[in-house]
């Protein structure tokens, strides 16, 4: 075993000191920040610490793996939302005055609630933000658990340790975000010095993905209870298995049905509705109100209609790779 030496730091939610173990002639690293997130503690740090802590925004940023503090975070936050703040009000109100004065009052009103509009959306949005990160990260890993619980199950039919299972599922990134929790794990165990239960366990605590959180509870539960985790691993991979072919099968239905529906809402639809208006328009007198409406369905509702078929494909497609 290579030598380590001994770093304290301070321990956040305990209160206390944690010894780190740190390879002999490596020195810590600390998580870099940028100078506008450097600015935004300078000044709102204050304001964001004297909030009480928000133990879901905290569990979120963990979850999406963002190595920030949620006191920093925050802190960006409102100093994001004070330069929207700015920015939108001096142009919404100097476009919303110019507007007025030209006597385009239908346009230049609403303009002067572009800052509203600007700090709510966002606020809201970066708080929202680790929580979308975080789910994305769920719905990544369960696409690549499959196949790395395949990768877990051929390493333990060899007899490898757990921990070594997870530190060399740690370096195989093509395994995705799985492999990134994996690294978590052992970064755990030869960093932090915490034992490879309790590692998993931890990791089960951090992950997004119900199914990760599951399997390594699994692990937890069945070591504990004096079984064999090679039976345990090869169960996991077969039933992953399973659920990747129900639910790949699943989508390629969904899709084959959204493209029929296409056929029908996108192009047959609108021709039809075309070639109506279009006889209305001849015969029935109203020629102007009718161009318009044809104007409005070409340039508005086909183009937005195929987007929007084009963009919810495009998302499922992206779940089977």
């Known amino acids: 075993m290579a030598a380590t030496s001994n770093l304290s730091v301070g321990s956040a939610r305990a209160g206390t000191a944690r010894p780190v173990r740190l390879k002999r002639g490596e020195q810590p690293a600390p998580s870099t920040i940028s100078g506008f997130q450097r600015w935004a503690w300078r000044t709102f740090g204050a304001r964001a610490g004297a909030r009480a802590p928000d133990p879901v925004l905290e569990e979120n940023l963990v979850k999406a793996h963002m190595r920030v503090r949620a006191d920093e975070y925050l802190a960006s936050v409102l100093a994001t939302t004070v330069v929207v703040g ?12 110019f507007l007025l004065l030209r006597g385009i009052a239908i346009l230049g009103v609403p303009l002067f609630f572009l800052p509203v509009v600007g700090v709510l959306g966002t606020y809201f949005g970066m708080l929202s933000t680790p929580g979308s990160r975080a789910k994305d990260r769920g719905r990544k890993i369960d696409r690549r658990i499959g196949p790395s619980m395949s990768f877990i199950s051929a390493m333990s039919s060899a007899d490898v340790n757990v921990d070594q299972i997870f530190k060399e599922l740690g370096r195989q990134k093509i395994y995705g975000e799985v492999a990134e929790e994996a690294a978590w794990i052992t970064r755990d165990t030869e960093l ?6 309790s590692a998993i366990r931890v990791g089960a605590q951090r992950t997004p993905s119900k199914k990760f959180q599951d399997f390594l509870q699994g692990v937890v539960t069945t070591a504990t209870s004096g079984g064999l985790l090679k039976p ?3 169960l996991k991979a077969e039933q992953f298995e399973r659920e990747h072919k129900l639910e790949t099968q699943q989508r390629v239905e969904t899709m084959g049905l959204l493209a029929e529906t296409f056929v029908t809402v996108v192009v047959a639809f609108p021709l039809f ?10 015969i ?6 009718m161009i318009d409406v044809l104007w409005g369905i070409v340039g508005g509702m086909i183009p937005i209609s195929q987007v929007g078929f084009i ?8 779940e089977m790779v």
Do not use: R
Not at 86 to 97: Q, R, S
């Open 192 to 197: 932090l010095g915490l034992d490879i239960l």
């Open 232 to 234: 345990y691993f090869l």
């Open 86 to 97: 700015i920015a939108t009000a001096v142009v919404g109100v100097g476009l919303g005055i």
């Open 284 to 289: 029935g007198g109203g020629g102007s109100f």
């Open 311 to 318: 963009f919810f494909m495009y998302s499922l497609a992206q």
């Open 273 to 282: 509705l075309v070639i109506v208006i279009a006889i209305f328009a001849i």
